[in-house]
């Protein structure tokens, strides 16, 4: 196990299309986070899995962002009607046990919406 | 509502002076405070919490509850520290992570 794992490491798409992000966190990892970074600030929490449940939203998650961990195992970032203010790097993360607990990030998903 | 201030952007400071990042938070009760750090090329990567109340590669952080501040310390930069820094603030009972947004430090030679 290397670590977190994204894919892909990159996305081109134009403005309307539908993107779909994986993430496979370390595998006794039971919590799982999402977060976008934007050029010049610090990663934004998106939402946050404890095994399948997703327990936790952002109001930045509007109804066009949809995650999934089905099985509390790898999860889904899905934008639907993407945007050109949906360009950010993609942030994984995931950690065991509580709130206070490191979390491991992945190397993130860069998507340019054209 | 919580939110982390990095008040620098960039720090520059010479290989052998001591360097000290700035971390000031907003949030009523008692949160848990991290720093993270991301080399060049590299992912994020947690440096030290204050929970833990360790120094991790000669780095320390003092929480000031009065201040409400995290500041980060080395008395003795070495140019393997140059790296972008975040501040990271996660609120008791709830997983909303909010990071400021960074401060890059370049150790000079």
């Known amino acids: 196990d290397t670590g977190v794992s994204q894919n892909p490491r990159h996305k081109i798409t134009k403005r309307g299309q539908n993107v779909t992000f994986r993430c496979d966190p370390i595998?006794?990892?039971?919590?799982l986070y999402w977060y976008r970074q934007t050029l010049g600030q610090g990663p934004e929490f998106l939402t946050y899995f404890q095994n399948e449940a997703q327990l936790e939203k952002s109001r930045l998650l509007s109804d066009r962002f949809s995650a999934e961990r089905p099985k509390g195992s790898f999860s889904t970032l899905e934008i639907q009607r993407t945007e050109q203010g949906d360009s950010a790097m993609y942030l994984c993360?995931?950690?065991?046990?509580?709130?206070?607990?490191?979390?491991?990030f992945g190397p993130g998903t860069r998507l340019t919406v054209l | 509502a919580q939110r982390v201030t990095q008040p620098e952007k960039l720090l520059s400071v010479f290989k052998g002076a001591p360097v000290e990042l700035k971390c000031n938070y907003s949030?009523?009760?008692?949160?848990?405070l991290f720093w993270y750090v991301q080399y060049s090329r590299q992912r994020l990567q947690l440096l030290l919490r204050h929970i833990s109340r360790e120094s991790i590669k000669g780095f320390t952080a003092d929480l000031n509850k009065g201040e409400t501040s995290f500041h980060l310390k080395k008395p003795f930069a070495q140019e393997e520290d140059s790296a972008m820094y975040y501040c990271a603030l996660s609120p008791l009972n709830n997983n909303d992570m909010r990071f400021g947004a960074g401060t890059r430090l370049t150790v000079k030679p």
């Open positions: 949030y009523s009760g008692s949160p848990e």
């Open positions: 595998s006794e990892h039971n919590r």
């Open positions: 993360a995931s950690s065991w046990g509580g709130s206070y607990n490191e979390q491991f």
